[in-house]
T-cell receptor
Framework: GAVVSQHPSRVICKSGTSVKIECRSLDFQATTMFWYRQFPKKSLMLMATSNEGSKATYEQGVEKDKFLINHASLTLSTLTVTSAHPEDSSFYIC????????FGSGTQLSVL | GQQLNQSPQSMFIQEGEDVSMNCTSS?????WLWYKQDPGEGPVLLIA?????ELTSNGRLTAQFGTTRKDSFLNISASIPSDVGIYFC?????????????FGKGTHLIIQP
């Protein structure tokens, strides 16, 4: 079946650095991918919709300059957390839809 | 924005018992989905519902999409230890991948030995 691959699964970085997370659809093309954020023991919250070849659409309250999204091809979307701070520490998950909606395995970001 | 009210927040049950959880919303959703999430992993789709009133089973799991498209329930029969995890309902306003999902707050299922 369709698979969405997300990398890295875990990253620890110093405050002020930038971190890039990749989301790939392995056996299908996805013109639209989604990025979610999940705090411990909380639900997933949609951050933005990544559109291939155009600008991402951000949900209210999500800083687009902070969370840069690039969807350069039909199989790859990247989320870059710029100048990360401890409050950005969270579990980030991407998803893409073929006939069904598939999720990546998530990236645990810890900012020291 | 849209909100999904999921209950119960947590369940403590004995192995072999049946489980029932539900979600309600004030919004009408085109698609309703149920996911299970294990710690440190992304959600895994259990059941997808597309039609109002639809009743769908996946092994010991059964889910139904309410006739008004504003609610859904998930039942798990004869629970086993590997059913432990967090279950999320999620709604999609439009089909075809045009919208991201709105998630419920999750039901934490704990099975006592």
């Amino acid at each position: 079946g369709a698979v969405v691959s997300q990398h890295p699964s875990r990253v620890i970085c110093k405050s002020g650095t930038s971190v890039k997370i990749e989301c790939r659809s392995l056996d299908f093309q996805a013109t639209t991918m989604f990025w979610y954020r999940q705090f411990p023991k909380k639900s997933l919250m949609l951050m933005a919709t990544s559109n291939e070849g155009s600008k991402a659409t951000y949900e209210q309250g999500v800083e687009k300059d902070k969370f840069l999204i690039n969807h350069a091809s039909l199989t790859l979307s990247t989320l870059t957390v710029t100048s990360a701070h401890p409050e950005d520490s969270s579990f980030y998950i991407c998803s893409a839809q073929n006939e069904k909606l598939f999720f990546g395995s998530g990236t645990q970001l810890s900012v020291l | 924005g849209q909100q999904l009210n999921q209950s119960p927040q947590s369940m403590f049950i004995q192995e072999g018992e049946d489980v029932s959880m539900n979600c309600t919303s004030s919004s009408i959703f085109n698609t309703w989905l149920w996911y299970k999430q294990d710690p440190g992993e992304g959600p895994v789709l259990l059941i997808a519902l597309y039609k109002a009133g639809e009743l769908t089973s996946n092994g010991r799991l059964t889910a139904q999409f309410g006739t008004t498209r504003k609610d859904s329930f998930l039942n798990i029969s004869a629970s086993i230890p590997s059913d432990v995890g967090i279950y999320f309902c999620a709604g999609q306003l439009q089909g075809g991948g045009a919208d991201g999902l709105t998630f419920g707050k999750g039901t934490h299922l704990i099975i006592q030995p």
